[in-house]
């Protein structure tokens, strides 16, 4: 059984360059959740899609948005890349309204 | 809003010792769990224990144990018997009984020498 699987693994762009992270979640899961996660702290939460749906935001600009297929795979786009969203990008998925979440190795992305 | 607080950055001990890693929390909310999770250089983040407010008794899995005080709003975890596997990242994390988003702390990085 496949576990959460993200590509690609590391990814290097340039400042004002757009970027999409993938996501696939664990089999039989239905909810994705990103996490944004910067060196040295802890993940910051992003959003949740559920049922192809934004479901969830924290606290992030208009410049992450998301996208749920309906194999339930996740995407999460930025544009306008500023230096500081170089991190860690968590992906996570659970299955409705169940609180375990399992996660991803991560997208490692360097914005230069 | 919920915030999570962990006050060791890093912690180092030998193995086969015990030790405990400290975690604070803030919130309003009544129904809510809590979770360790550990990151090891890997990245991923892995699931160690979790805890649920409304349940009195301690959580515990194999070498893994909590000592969860609701009214101190406190969580810390215990490892017994450390292993070298144990060398990881752990971070406390919260979440309000409804909304499946974590709140994390800053974490701890962990170190188990030989």
């Known amino acids: 059984d496949a576990g959460v699987t993200q590509s690609p693994t590391h990814l290097i762009k340039t400042r004002g360059q757009q970027v999409t992270l993938r996501c696939s979640p664990k089999?039989?899961?239905?909810?994705v959740s990103w996490y944004q996660q910067a060196l040295g702290q802890g993940p910051q939460f992003i959003f949740q899609y559920y049922e192809e749906e934004e479901r969830q935001r924290g606290n992030f600009p208009d410049r992450f948005s998301g996208h749920q297929f309906p194999n339930y795979s996740s995407e999460l786009n930025v544009n306008a890349l500023l230096l500081g969203d170089s991190a860690l990008y968590l992906c996570?998925?659970?299955?409705?309204?169940?609180?375990?979440?399992?996660f991803g190795q991560g997208t490692r992305l360097t914005v230069v | 809003a919920q915030t999570v607080t962990q006050s060791q950055p890093e912690m180092s001990v030998q193995e086969a010792e015990t030790v405990t890693l400290s975690c604070t929390y803030d919130t309003s909310e009544n129904n809510y769990y809590l979770f360790w999770y550990k990151q090891p250089p890997s990245r991923q983040m892995i699931l160690v224990i979790r805890?649920?407010?409304?349940?009195?008794q301690n959580a515990t899995e194999n070498r893994f144990s909590v000592n969860f005080q609701k009214a101190a709003k406190s969580f810390s975890l215990k490892i017994s018997d450390s292993q070298l596997g144990d060398t990881a990242m752990y971070f406390c994390a919260f979440m309000w009984r409804g909304a499946q988003k974590l709140v994390f702390g800053q974490g701890t990085r962990l170190t188990i020498n030989p």
């Open positions: 089999s039989g899961h239905d909810t």
């Open positions: 805890q649920e407010a409304y349940k009195q």
């Open positions: 996570a998925s659970s299955l409705g309204q169940r609180v375990e979440a399992f």
